[in-house]
């Protein structure tokens, strides 16, 4: 009943339309499918849906009648319950809609390149169009793995934080379980159903800024910084419902706050995805109908005023992204990995390197290699977020450029993860570090927090690697029983695993040690870390560890044998 339902509402609403068209698609081999896989399933058809949307889409656009595309859409969406809460979906609609319609009109995909790339349907590698290749030149010189620094020389202490996602409608009591992607917002809670906390909530709410202020002022009066990287995400999650205005007031509010809190200390941001608006969408320079300069020159603005040095302006309003020179020998490198991720569909008219923002990185790697520079790279999205042939060629430079890279760091996840990059010839040779840190936001079933680095520096020839890290987190259950906000440290790397030291070598053999005991006590500790500490080890199944020790050695997308060597 419910699919014939769809055909109903899709053939109604295009009925002044030719016979022939409405029984090719009364017959669709794609309606079958979705048809059959609505009978047995209760989650949304992803899949089948997009084999089915995007061709209708494009017959609108092809008889210049889009504007039925509306009604289909927000009918499917009822029938099939894309979203749960039709709301989501209007309000989704209205901010997505004119640039959907351009994009089907101008992207040379196919409509199952579209599907693979947008919902993981298939392997991006098994379309040629969607697999392109950088070039490197020069030879790589041999590898030098890092070695431990002499006692007592000097270190660095720098402060990371991510994903804060500030919700400036949170209202303590409000109904937290509701049927929209972020709640602890409006309504009553249901009987029985705890209401949102004060200082937070796990369920699908994001951080009241009051905490946000308090865990800011914690880790300021806690540590003394020398520096802090900070890797995006500021606005909440009402992603159907944000304006540009929207997010300009969470990017100068939560700075403002930034640099209330930390005076005299330098941010080192990456911009995120939640910046834009609509989320996700961030043109390409090709793009003549939509840019992105507005959010550009007001994160040049406020990043600038956070302590960037002014020459790296041009490049931040260009394409949000820019190097400067943090110490004497070491090189910061900030990515605007939206270039890259699969959610930005923007990038199905070209996913090419669309800025030429890797052949840029290349540039300055090889720069930093001529003269003996480290280099740090952060970015919002880790690069297995991103689009295959991107994170392959993102693989490839890390490779080449291993002697001169000393650190990633990402967010984006929300969760505590570290990530292992392998040589591409030597497979089982590590040859670098990401760290995904931890997010402020709880959203979803996790405790506040972030991460604090110790790292080797500043002095000549410093390594500038990571030595040890700690993560600090607020136990959401404590500071809304007892009333008060309750930060603890929650572990330290070195000592909560055993390890001597963090070079790549070091967590290869962590990850060794894991793929012996996968379902004993270190796996536990790493689920336990990985949600900062909201579920125990002895909630994640053998599946579920298998799953968490692939993320952790598996730096590219689309690489389906990268964990074959785990137990089954």
């Known amino acids: 009943m419910l699919t014939e339902c769809i055909m109903v509402v899709f053939i109604e609403s295009i009925d002044h339309l030719t016979l022939f068209y409405r029984h090719r698609f009364e017959h669709s081999p794609n309606f079958k499918a979705l048809r059959w896989t609505l009978n047995q399933q209760f989650v949304p058809p992803y899949c089948d849906f997009c084999h089915l949307l995007i061709p209708a889409i494009r017959f609108l656009i092809e008889i210049n009648e889009t504007i039925h595309v509306e ?61 392109w290749n950088i070039t490197i030149p020069g030879s790589k010189p041999p590898p030098r793995p890092p070695q431990p620094p002499a006692s007592g020389s000097p270190k660095l202490k720098v402060l990371h934080l991510s994903d804060i996602h500030v ?44 905490t946000a202020q308090t865990i800011l002022q914690y880790a300021s009066e806690l540590e003394d910084y020398d520096f802090i990287y900070y890797t995006g995400d500021l606005p909440p999650h009402n992603v159907w419902n944000q304006s540009r205005a929207d997010q300009l007031y ?172 392998y040589d591409e010839i030597e497979k089982q040779r590590p040859v670098s570090m990401a760290y995904v840190t931890p997010s402020l936001t709880p959203q979803s079933f996790l405790n506040p927090g972030y991460r604090v680095y110790t790292m080797d520096g500043a002095y000549q020839n410093s390594s500038y690697w990571v030595l040890d890290h700690h993560t600090v987190i607020m136990n959401l259950t404590a500071s809304n029983m007892y009333n008060r906000s309750i930060l603890i440290n929650e572990y330290a790397a070195r000592d909560a695993y055993q390890m001597e030291n963090l070079f790549p070598a070091d967590w290869n053999t962590l990850i060794q040690r894991m793929k012996n005991d996968i379902d004993g006590p270190l796996m536990s500790l790493a689920y336990t870390y990985y949600t900062k500490s909201y579920a125990t080890g002895n909630t994640c199944n053998h599946a579920c560890r298998r799953g968490l020790l692939c993320n952790f050695m598996t730096a590219r997308s689309d690489d389906p044998h990268a964990c074959d060597s785990i137990p089954t």
């Open 71 to 131: 009604n289909v859409t927000i009918a499917l969406c009822k029938e099939i319950r894309l979203f749960f809460d039709i709301d989501v979906c209007i309000g989704a609609l209205h901010e997505y809609k004119d640039a959907a319609i351009e994009i089907l009109s101008i992207t040379p995909l196919t409509n199952k390149e579209l599907c693979a790339v947008a919902f993981d349907c298939e392997n991006q590698s098994d379309f040629p169009i969607l697999r």
């Open 250 to 421: 969470a990017i100068k509010t939560i700075n403002q706050l930034l640099a209330r809190t930390f005076p005299n200390k330098t941010f080192y941001p990456a911009v995120g995805n939640h910046e834009a608006a609509p989320c996700n969408l961030y043109p390409t320079p090709i793009i003549k109908t939509d840019n992105i300069t507005w959010l550009y020159e007001a994160l040049a603005d406020s990043w600038l005023t956070l302590g960037l040095p002014s020459d790296t302006r041009d490049s931040i309003t260009r394409g949000a992204f820019y190097t400067t020179i943090v110490r004497p020998g070491l090189r910061l490198i900030s990515l605007n990995m939206n270039y890259c991720a699969p959610d930005n569909f923007w990038l199905f008219v070209n996913a090419t390197d669309p800025l030429g923002q890797l052949e840029w990185l290349i540039q300055w790697l090889q720069y930093a290699e001529d003269h003996d520079e480290k280099v740090h790279i952060i970015a919002h999205h880790p690069p297995r977020s991103c689009l295959a042939a991107f994170s392959w060629n993102f693989h490839k430079i890390i490779n080449r450029y291993e002697n001169t890279i000393a650190g990633q760091f990402y967010g984006h996840t929300h969760n505590d993860e570290f990530i292992v990059f």
């Open 167 to 210: 919700d400036f409608a949170y209202k303590p009591g409000s109904q937290a379980e509701c049927t929209q992607p972020i709640c602890c917002r409006e309504g009553q809670p249901y009987p029985r159903h705890a209401g949102a906390g004060f200082w937070g909530d796990y369920r699908n709410c994001d951080l009241p800024f009051w």
